[in-house]
């Protein structure tokens, strides 16, 4: 496969360069920025010295639609609405790392996240790529939007309890963590390291964009109603998203029909490891494409609290966007993604 990557210069771009070259079908041909576009990639990020050292070349969307099989978009909100046009013609396969394709339509785009958004006709076209739980449709997507790192982490264990109807889901709460990677490589005031290091402080409350993302998904994949409060995090690490949730449990619920939603939802999925009754560390899911679920009921209240972790830049946008692509093309889920967690 002939791929093409913008936003290559990003964290998200990086990350995809890194398993893409470790893929067997992969072929990276191009690799696009904004800013360092010029440049080669190894001076931008010098840990690919002597690895990768393509060279960093403006957007062309024609060029890349002759050119690559796929594309990989890893570009902040507001640039995929642009250029998705202009790409989305013959044979080319689209996967969008960023949050312009996710949401179902223009004026929840425009609530959320406060920029122009692309058309339905596109919205209606971009299958909502969480890879457990949509394959089939993945698999015949021309255009994919990536989930984002929250919701991977928060989706994941919460549709199979809300799935069978063992929670209720206008009673979710979560609380979420994030390392600093999930912002981005851009300096900015909010990530300077005086700022966020031995600090920990929540953002967006009630605001943040991934909330529609999450609360849609819940009620497409599930067919039931879902509302949401959602409390994102920033602490002092580089990597990982631990989502705590809380959601109150149906009456008479038992231990052994949770275990079995869960058993049921990821029987034979590979990048899902099921942890009943632990405490899984970010750190246990470093640089790999795992999510680690664990859950407790809190028979005194009646409420059941999920724990899931995964690597933001990994399962959480490049790691599944590889994921999908594989899906797309008819590779093992696995392929050219069987990492073992970096640790400690
Ligand atoms: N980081 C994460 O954990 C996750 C990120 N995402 C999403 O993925 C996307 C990329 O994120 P991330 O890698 O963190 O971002 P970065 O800020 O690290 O990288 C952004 C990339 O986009 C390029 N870019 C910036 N502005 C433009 C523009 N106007 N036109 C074209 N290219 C542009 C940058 O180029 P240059 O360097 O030349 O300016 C850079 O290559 C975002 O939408 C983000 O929300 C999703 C899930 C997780
Ligand atoms: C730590 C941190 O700042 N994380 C980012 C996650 C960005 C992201 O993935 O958002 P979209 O892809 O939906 O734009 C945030 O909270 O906005």
């Not at 079908?25 to 001076?43: F, L, M, P, W």
């Not at 690919?48 to 060279?55: D, R």
């Not at 890879?131 to 939007?145: F, Q, T």
């Not at 929250?150 to 979710?172: F, M, R």
Request: negative net charge; glycine residues 8%.
């Amino acid at each position: 496969m002939n791929i093409s990557i913008i936003g290559a210069s990003g964290y998200s771009g990086a990350e995809l360069i890194r398993l893409l070259l470790q893929h067997p079908e992969a072929n990276i041909t191009a690799i696009y920025s904004n800013s360092q576009a010029g440049k080669a990639i190894q001076d931008v990020y010098p840990h690919l010295n002597h690895i990768f050292t393509e060279q960093l070349e403006t957007i062309d969307c024609a060029k890349i639609q002759a050119e690559a099989d796929v594309v990989f978009i890893a570009t902040p909100s507001g640039v995929s609405s642009k250029l998705t046009p202009a790409l989305l013609n013959g044979k080319i396969r689209i996967i969008d790392v960023s949050g312009d394709l996710r949401l179902e339509t223009p004026e929840l785009y425009k609530e959320w996240y406060g920029k122009e958004p692309i058309t339905q006709n596109y919205l209606d076209q971009a299958v909502y790529g969480l890879s457990e739980w949509s394959a089939a449709a993945i698999a015949d997507a021309k255009l994919l939007a990536n989930p984002g790192c929250y919701p991977t982490a928060t989706l994941l264990s919460l549709l199979p309890l809300l799935n069978e109807g063992l929670i209720d889901g206008k009673s979710i709460i979560v609380d979420a963590k994030s390392g600093v990677t999930g912002a981005g490589r851009g300096a900015s005031l909010g990530t300077h390291f005086c700022e966020v290091n031995e600090s920990i402080a929540a953002y967006k409350v009630g605001k943040h964009q991934h909330t529609p993302e999450i609360e849609q998904t819940l009620r497409k994949l599930t067919g039931r109603d879902a509302l949401i409060s959602f409390t994102p995090h920033l602490v002092p690490m580089n990597r990982g998203i631990l989502a705590t949730s809380y959601a109150t449990l149906a009456e008479g619920v038992t231990t052994e029909q949770v275990a079995a939603a869960f058993s049921k939802a990821y029987e034979g999925k590979p990048f899902v490891r099921l942890r009943p009754g632990a405490y899984p560390k970010t750190k246990e899911v470093t640089g790999s494409n795992y999510c680690d679920i664990a859950w407790h009921i809190d028979g005194r209240v009646g409420r059941i609290v999920l724990l899931s972790v995964i690597d933001n830049v990994v399962k959480g946008a490049a790691g599944q966007a590889v994921q999908n692509m594989n899906i797309m093309f008819g590779l093992p889920e696995t392929t050219g993604l069987a990492f073992t967690p970096v640790y400690p």
